[in-house]
T-cell receptor, first 115, second 113 residues
């Protein structure tokens, strides 16, 4: 089954404790991206990757890191989480040829709470 | 910058009622427009799209028409079902942005039986 898999789905942590949210897709997509969803703000892009070893900042990259060492994986790293990073996070992927078509495939989301 | 504005929710309807969710956009140019749907506990799914002015996107009984003159892409359905209860997001995208989507804030739809 074609899917984008995120882990963990739910996490409660404390300020400053490094964490990683993993994302894996099995569709051989070149493009992957992370969004955060906050009430009243919709989804905002954190980072994206057009292909292996190619990453770039989105609209709200502060406090986050990413890496793209393999095509299928795109982990989101919070080196020192803070309470303002409490949010619902989504990973998404697509073929690069879908540029501008908007057809992203989303994971089920990871709800993160930072105390 | 580019932005999308949706009507605030929640929208509460009875089954078989007519649905309209308003969406307008601000952009320098002519983006592609989309509606995504998020069912409870799930990720977003593409519902429909339109890539140029006057195009109509349709899927699962939902429709939206790309109106360049009013910069709008309102979502409509003639008869909603309880299973349509979800959060609906309007979004835009430019070829120049690659695969980046700019989302509206989302509108919660609740359908009562």
């Amino acid at each position: 089954e074609a899917q984008v898999t995120q882990n963990p789905r739910y996490l409660i942590t404390v300020t400053g404790k490094k964490l990683t949210v993993t994302c894996s897709q099995n569709m051989n997509h070149e493009y992957m991206s992370w969004y955060r969803q906050d009430p009243g703000l919709g989804l905002r892009q954190i980072y994206y990757s057009m292909n292996v070893e190619v990453t770039d900042k989105g609209d709200v990259p502060e406090g986050y890191k990413v890496s793209r060492k393999e095509k299928r994986n795109f982990p989101l790293i919070l080196e020192s989480p803070s309470p303002n990073q409490t949010s619902l996070y989504f990973c998404a992927s697509s073929f690069r040829s879908g540029a501008g078509t908007g057809e992203l495939f989303f994971g089920e989301g990871s709800r993160l709470t930072v105390l | 910058g580019d932005s999308v504005t949706q009507m605030e929710g929640p929208v509460t309807l009875s089954e078989e009622a007519f649905l309209t969710i308003n969406c307008t956009y601000t952009a320098t140019g002519y983006p592609s427009l989309f509606w995504y749907v998020q069912y409870p506990g799930e990720g977003l799914q593409l519902l429909l799209k339109a890539t140029k002015a006057d195009d109509k996107g349709s899927n699962k009984g939902f429709e939206a028409t790309y109106r360049k003159e009013t910069t709008s892409f309102h979502l409509e359905k003639g008869s909603v079902q309880v299973s349509d209860s979800a959060v609906y997001f309007c979004a835009l995208s430019f070829m120049e942005y690659g695969n980046k989507l700019v989302f509206g804030a989302g509108t919660i739809l609740r359908v009562k039986s």
